[in-house]
Nanobody, 114 residues
Framework: QVQLVESGGGLVQPGGSLRLSCSAS????????MGWYRQVPGKERELVAVITNGVDINYAGSVKGRFTISRDNGKNTVYLQMSSLKPEDTAVYYC????????WGQGTQVTVSS
C-alpha cells in the first residue's frame, strides 16, 4: 500500500507565499518522477511542476519564476515553494508519483484571497 500525504495548504493573501510538502510511504523503490498538479472546479487537472531524477524540472508557464519544486530523495518527499501567489492560483493541489509508478495524494486546498 502506497500513501502520499500532502500538507501546507491554506489561505494566503495575494503576493504571499506557501510551501506544500508531500511525503510518500509504503512499498515504493527508486521513484523517478514526482510532481504537483492542481485542479479547480469545472476544469481539468493541470500540471504545475514535475521533477525527474532530482534534477530535470519542468514548470507550467503560469507558475514559472514564482514556484519552485524540490525533492528530498532520502525521505521520498517533494516540496512546492509558491511565492507571489495570485488569486488564479487558487485550486486543490495534488502531488503524484508519476514514474515508474502512478500514485496520487488526496489533495490540499490553496486559496489566494484578500
Amino acid at each position: 500500500q502506497v500513501q502520499l500525504v500532502e500538507s501546507g495548504g491554506g489561505l494566503v493573501q495575494p503576493g504571499g507565499s506557501l510551501r506544500l510538502s508531500c511525503s510518500a510511504s509504503g512499498s515504493i523503490f527508486s521513484i523517478k518522477t514526482m510532481g504537483w498538479y492542481r485542479q479547480v472546479p469545472g476544469k481539468e487537472r493541470e500540471l504545475v511542476a514535475v521533477i525527474t531524477n532530482g534534477v530535470d524540472i519542468n514548470y507550467a508557464g503560469s507558475v514559472k519564476g514564482r514556484f519552485t519544486i524540490s525533492r528530498d530523495n532520502g525521505k521520498n518527499t517533494v516540496y512546492l515553494q509558491m511565492s507571489s501567489l495570485k488569486p488564479e492560483d487558487t485550486a486543490v493541489y495534488y502531488c503524484a508519483i508519476l514514474a515508474p509508478y502512478n500514485y496520487w495524494g488526496q489533495g490540499t486546498q490553496v486559496t489566494v484571497s484578500s
